[in-house]
């Protein structure tokens, strides 16, 4: 079965870094558009930034120039390198392929 897997949360300082890993198996993962989304307490989970097959990105504008999507097809995992991060940034972050499956969240605490 399809399982995607997130690591790489935890509680960082204001101005940190974070790099969170989405291990997938079950999937042809090299054809599949990947994404990372994430829901805030009390808030709509929203996209924050996806990468196609061909590894065009798209990012939230509030994330840009501080967050970066990448994927390692041989690996079968997608990352998102965050950088400078703020409280705002304070999330479940999830992995998805294109919506079809999601793994069950990884913690992100951006807090002094």
């Known amino acids: 079965q399809v399982q995607l897997v997130e690591s790489g949360g935890g509680l960082v300082q204001p101005g940190g870094s974070l790099r969170l890993s989405c291990a997938a198996s079950?999937?042809?993962?090299?054809?599949?558009?990947m994404a990372w989304y994430r829901q805030a307490p009390g808030k709509q989970r929203e996209l924050v930034a996806s990468?196609?097959?061909?590894?065009?990105?798209y990012y939230k504008e509030s994330v840009k120039g501080r967050f970066t999507i990448s994927r390692d097809n041989a690996k079968k995992t997608v990352y998102l390198q965050m950088n400078s991060l703020k409280p705002e940034d304070t999330a479940v972050y999830y992995c998805?392929?294109?919506?079809?499956?999601w793994g069950q969240g990884t913690q992100v605490t951006v807090s002094s």
């Open positions: 998805t392929n294109a919506g079809l499956n």
């Open positions: 079950g999937i042809i993962f090299s054809i599949n558009a």
């Open positions: 990468i196609t097959r061909d590894s065009t990105t």
